[in-house]
T-cell receptor, first 114, second 108 residues
Framework: KAGVTQTPRYLIKTRGQQVTLSCSPISGHRSVSWYQQTPGQGLQFLFEYFSETQRNKGNFPGRFSGRQFSNSRSEMNVSTLELGDSALYLC?????????????FGSGTRLTVV | DAKTTQPPSMDCAEGRAANLPCNHSTISGNEYVYWYRQIHSQGPQYIIHGLKNNETNEMASLIITEDRKSSTLILPHATLRDTAVYYCIVGGNTPLVFGKGTRLSVIA
């Protein structure tokens, strides 16, 4: 079966710009979560969407937002980019979310802010 | 913050069993233990999870102590492709919180 697809794989943006990242979950999965990974902070939870509703939110500023569509595809948006937003952004999908089943992660989008 | 403690790194000879320990002394009764691994530059990969009983799948075995305060992930016959960072996570009906994990190096 097809895995979790994230696009684009790589992105270079300038400070102050905004960016939108896309995630297509495994067919039938209703939960989509987003994580940010940096060398200094490791993997940090951004937010989770379930059936088009934000179910959980991590401790990130309001510049980070997301949404989920009726087909479970999800997007996350970062506005007014800062150099510190450079990171690997990972999307993970599951049928219903923890605790009953594990996540399947995509390969990520590597964002570089210059 | 992560609720688990793992050694930062471990080595294992190829073909031998890799036993990765994890302490989670504050685990609650309804929280599961999850293991994921991340091979360089890839997204984390789910390995296994359990609540109380030991679990086994095609990738690994999970041994949880009776008091549930610690667990061990066992890769029965480690290969070079098992070199990765292994994350032990404790969680319930909440987003998974990743700690720093254990960097396992499988040596030929």
């Amino acid at each position: 079966k097809a895995g979790v697809t994230q696009t684009p794989r790589y992105l270079i943006k300038t400070r102050g710009q905004q960016v939108t990242l896309s995630c297509s979950p495994i067919s039938g999965h209703r939960s989509v979560s987003w994580y940010q990974q940096t060398p200094g902070q490791g993997l940090q939870f951004l937010f989770e969407y379930f059936s088009e509703t934000q179910r959980n939110k991590g401790n990130f500023p309001g510049r980070f937002s997301g949404r989920q569509f009726s087909n479970s595809r999800s997007e996350m948006n970062v506005s007014t980019l800062e150099l510190g937003d450079s990171a690997l952004y990972l999307c993970a999908s599951s049928l219903d979310g923890p605790p009953l089943d594990g996540y399947t992660f995509g390969s990520g989008t590597r964002l570089t802010v210059v | 913050d992560a609720k688990t403690t793992q050694p930062p790194s471990m080595d294992c000879a190829e073909g031998r069993a890799a036993n990765l320990p994890c302490n989670h002394s504050t685990i609650s009764g309804n929280e599961y233990v999850y293991w994921y691994r991340q091979i360089h530059s890839q997204g984390p990969q789910y390995i296994i999870h359990g609540l109380k009983n030991n679990e086994t799948n095609e990738m690994a075995s999970l041994i949880i102590t009776e008091d549930r305060k610690s667990s061990t992930l066992i890769l029965p016959h480690a290969t070079l492709r098992d070199t990765a960072v292994y994350y032990c996570i404790v969680g319930g009906n909440t987003p998974l919180v990743f700690g720093k994990g254990t960097r396992l190096s499988v040596i030929a």
